[in-house]
């Protein structure tokens, strides 16, 4: 396979120089549809388009911002990290204080602390696996990760794929944002604002992401030291006040709906990567072995975010559980934020902690602005020819905003956000990797016609698979406290979130057999 995809670059490097040479002549008269040309031709035939071209580059000269978009990269153009930075930019994305409302979520739905554990641990491996098999695209194709669903979901059909990315990286960015302004406000003993704090870590967040693939790489790679060890010594000094021993107080069905619901939301958590996982790999080259990407993938996910999330779990234990007052008078009168402050002591000690804790989510932010900027670009050639900062800065307004308008209301954000990220990430894993070990497993790809519509697959079986898990599956599987479908309604009470597991056996039902046919009709 990789033989062939090397084969493609060069045809592919030879088409590009071709195509952009012309570009501005072909694309005005629509003779051409190559993407990268008419965002090209775009550029130098409208004056702010132009401008704004312009300005990319002069701050990727003074400032070293990346200006590459989503142009696939030649094999002669990746410029690699070390490969172990795989691990460790997963590692600073999920060890932080963001991670913690997911865990948090379990005591208050009724389950015991060993109870949340298994349904972390099950539930957080199972999401990471997506992650981890859509990340090994990056390298073989040289594509960010939404541009790799196009050999899948055709030209067309990958633009909801990038819509449902977007929502996807800004309810992660909410809730960092809420939990961070939370914190900043602690810190002031709450004489700031949590609305000034949320638009504090939206503005560094912006500032870092800006500088694109190469920067992200490096700040990843140490961001997660200093998390890690005060994450430790957070749980040190809340575990007197933590009791494993107590029962959860749901049994029977109710039980099985809240592990089931609490194992969704953790899938939710670490599958969410998955639509732009390969975004941080398209850099190296595409002979690295699809197994090490994924291992280090795999286990750089896992690891960090079964171990904060657990943690959130125990402080929720020792809040909603145990009752330990200073504790759930905090969490009463100012949120997770509060708890942080009263758990961390002193109170000098306690304000730098969440200080420095509020730096860790950082890393998980940028990704995520970075990442929606590339996904915007991928909605057209007229996306395509707005630089990427200026995407990912309207991203941290809209994110800023909704961060403003929800930060009372963090526990009803994650609860019926996150959950209803898995319902299409797993579906999305699957066309990828069901189009890629079975119906490419000769072929490979043409990287020729990752931008020309005509040449890819029409997508309609993507798309019908995606929504038709979506719709006949997550709907009717899901337990929101805004709706509870038919079969989760089955569980009683507030039903059991099955969403996610219907959802998965429609699209491995219905893929093959539509991919089947939309290949015999159309060829391609």
């Excluded at 949340?116 to 696996?129: H, Y």
């Excluded at 707005?386 to 309207?394: M, V």
Aim: a neutral charge.
């Amino acid at each position: 396979m990789s033989g062939l995809v090397q084969e493609k670059d060069v045809e592919a490097n030879a088409f590009n120089a071709s195509t952009e040479k012309h570009a501005t002549v072909d694309a005005r008269d629509g003779s051409i549809i190559d993407e990268v040309a008419r965002a090209h031709a775009i550029q130098n035939n409208f004056a702010p388009f132009r401008y704004m071209r312009q300005g990319e580059e002069w701050l990727d000269a003074k400032l070293g911002i990346e200006s590459q978009g989503i142009d696939r990269i030649p094999e002669e153009e990746k410029r690699p990290p070390s490969i172990l930075n795989s691990f460790f930019m997963w590692s600073s994305m999920t060890c932080h204080v963001g991670t913690l409302p997911i865990g948090y979520l379990g005591p208050q739905w009724g389950l015991s602390l060993p109870q949340c554990i298994a349904a972390i641990v099950v539930g957080t491996w199972l999401g990471a696996l997506c992650t981890a098999y859509c990340g090994t695209l990056g390298p073989k194709l040289g594509l960010r990760a939404i541009a790799t669903s196009r050999y899948s979901f055709g030209f067309w059909g990958a633009k909801l794929c990038s819509v449902l990315n977007i929502l996807v990286g800004g309810g992660f960015a909410v809730v960092n944002v809420v939990i961070c302004g939370q914190m900043l406000s602690a810190v002031s003993d709450y004489k700031m604002t949590i609305s000034v704090g949320c638009i504090i870590v939206v503005l560094i967040s912006y500032l870092v992401s800006v500088f694109g693939f190469a920067l992200i790489h490096t700040f990843e790679k140490y961001a997660w030291i200093a998390a890690f060890i005060l994450i430790c010594v957070l749980i040190g000094q809340a575990a007197p006040h933590v009791d494993a021993s107590i029962p959860g107080s749901d049994s029977g069905v109710s039980l099985a709906a809240s592990f089931l619901s609490f194992l969704a939301l953790n899938f939710s958590s670490s599958s969410g990567w998955c639509s732009i996982a390969a975004d941080y790999y398209c850099n190296y080259p595409a002979n690295t072995k699809s197994l090490k990407i994924f291992m280090l993938t795999l286990w750089g996910v896992t690891f960090p975010t079964i171990f904060v999330t657990i943690i959130g779990a125990a402080l929720a234990n020792a809040v909603y559980v145990v009752e330990y007052p200073p504790y759930a008078t905090a969490d009463h009168d100012h949120g997770l934020g509060g708890v942080l402050l009263s758990v961390y002591h002193p109170i000098g000690w306690a304000k730098f902690c969440l200080v420095m804790l509020t730096f860790s989510v950082v890393g998980n932010n940028i990704a995520i602005f970075y990442s929606s900027g590339l996904s915007l670009q991928l909605l057209g050639h007229w996306f395509h020819a707005i630089p990427r900062f200026i995407w990912s800065l309207a991203t941290a307004i809209v994110i800023g905003a909704l961060a403003i308008a929800g930060k009372s209301h963090l526990s009803t954000i994650v609860s019926n956000f996150v959950s209803l990220l898995g319902y299409w990430t797993v579906s999305f894993t699957l066309i990828l990797l069901i189009e890629d070990k079975w119906f490419r497993r000769h072929e490979g790809y043409n990287l020729l016609v990752w931008d020309q519509p005509s040449r890819l697959p029409w997508g309609l079986a993507a798309t019908m698979s995606l929504l038709a898990g979506y719709l006949a599956g997550g709907v009717t599987g899901m337990a929101q406290t805004w709706y509870i479908g038919p079969i989760a309604a089955k569980f009683g009470g507030e039903g059991g979130d099955v969403g996610i597991y219907l959802s998965g056996a429609i699209t491995l039902l219905v893929y093959p057999i539509a991919r089947t046919y939309e290949r015999k009709f159309t060829g391609r």
